[in-house]
């Protein structure tokens, strides 16, 4: 996930003070994720799963990385150019004695939200969710597909 790869920087690879810094920050972020629930705001967004965009002469392709989840807590939409990924994804919790020497995985809500770099059919959007892959494969609508111009002389 994209914030585990971000919140270290630019500090990877150093350590002393900057773990303790590491180490404030995590136990801030607890504190006010335990205060958004205390209070009944709920994140947007806990987890925001990495994507990759390409695309061809025919379609537009996004692979998002989405372990862990299964095929009833994801759900993907396309409205215009958008294209919206959400979920929940669940890790059952550990016994009340545990304590962890390190925790990565993260729980909760998903959403990623981007835009396409072309109109798009809807009426044909694909989605298939294999390995902790979401494929969605989006047809170019007609008037965005490369047409061949004749060129007279």
């Known amino acids: 996930m994209v914030i585990r790869r971000l919140e270290n920087w630019p500090i990877n690879g150093f350590s002393g003070g ?10 801030l972020g607890h504190l006010f994720n335990g205060l958004s629930r205390v209070n009944g705001w709920d994140s947007p967004a806990g987890v925001y799963p990495l994507m990759n965009v390409s695309q061809d002469s025919e ?3 996004v692979r998002s990385e989405v372990p862990g989840m299964t095929l009833d807590q994801l759900e993907v939409s396309v409205t215009g150019r958008n294209l919206t990924v959400t979920g929940e994804r669940a890790i059952p919790d550990e016994q009340s ?8 995985r993260e729980a909760g809500k998903i959403r990623r939200q981007l835009t ?4 798009v059919d809807s009426e044909r959007v694909q989605a298939k969710y294999q390995h902790g892959i979401l494929m969605v494969v989006l047809p170019k609508s007609e008037k965005a597909k490369p047409k061949k111009i004749a060129i007279t002389g």
């Open 59 to 61: 379609n537009v392709y």
């Open 97 to 104: 004695n545990v304590r962890y020497h390190r925790r990565e």
């Open 116 to 119: 396409l770099p072309t109109d």
């Open 18 to 27: 900057v773990s303790e810094l590491d180490r404030l920050r995590r136990d």
